[in-house]
């Protein structure tokens, strides 16, 4: 499987201000996404990073607010723009596999962001 | 789009019991359903999964059953053990080349007590 890094692990950041968080994988892998987690909640998707291409934003997301980057199989910057108390969340970058005839989907552990 | 519902949102057992987790899903396209694990401060972790073509799944204690027909499928955990518990969600994608992305259930936070 692959093994996914995400930096920085945690933030607290204010008001106002952006992070941008960073995904490596150790494999080279055709499709990246960018998910959502609110305290307590499920996961929700936010984009999917296509390499040398703009990202794929889900309803309610937008590249002014969630701008990701893609610059090679390996990496992806997802940006947290102008941020709001409501944005506090945990982001996961994930990354799909081929395994014979499904593609499985493997998570980092995620940055922990709050937002005072 | 996909709506998948899972049940319960809580579930406590006692260590050695059995543990049974539920969703169901409402696109008959979607022919892929994987469980993940998520422990306090980490990432989900993939346990187990099924594709359309199977009904049941099994892997030492954990195992998957898949109903396509009545759209649901299930988690099943035997002999659970303190280390089980961690939240737990199902999810749902038709993993073809139109879409990879994976519908998530609410999770199910499972506790078991010694």
């Known amino acids: 499987s692959a093994v996914i890094s995400q930096k920085p692990s945690r933030d607290i950041c204010q008001r106002g201000t952006s992070l941008t968080i960073q995904c490596q994988v150790d494999?080279?892998?055709?499709?990246m996404f960018w998910y959502r987690q609110q305290p307590g909640q499920s996961l929700t998707l936010i984009a999917t990073?296509?390499?040398?291409?703009?990202?794929?934003?889900e309803s309610g997301f937008v590249i002014d607010k969630f701008p990701i980057s893609r610059p090679n199989l390996t990496f992806s910057t997802l940006t947290v723009s102008n941020m709001s108390p409501e944005d506090s969340s945990i982001y996961l970058c994930?990354?799909?596999?081929?395994?014979?005839?499904?593609?499985?989907?493997?998570f980092g552990a995620g940055t922990r962001l709050s937002v005072l | 789009g996909e709506n998948v519902e899972q049940h319960p949102s809580t579930l406590s057992v006692q260590e050695g019991d059995s543990a049974v987790i539920k969703c169901t899903y409402s696109d008959s396209a979607s022919n892929y359903f994987p469980w993940y694990k998520q422990e306090l401060g980490k990432g989900p972790q993939l346990i187990i999964d099924?594709?359309?073509?199977?009904g049941e799944k099994k892997d030492q204690r954990i195992a998957v059953t898949l109903n396509k027909t009545a759209k649901h499928f299930s988690l099943h955990i035997t002999e659970t053990q303190p280390e089980d518990s961690a939240v737990y969600f199902c999810a749902v994608t038709t993993n073809s080349n139109s879409g990879y992305a994976l519908n998530f259930g609410k999770g199910t936070s499972l506790l078991v007590t010694p």
């Open positions: 494999s080279q892998v055709t499709m």
């Open positions: 990073a296509n390499q040398g291409s703009e990202a794929t934003y």
């Open positions: 099924i594709r359309s073509n199977v």
């Open positions: 994930s990354v799909a596999q081929s395994q014979g005839t499904k593609n499985i989907q493997y």
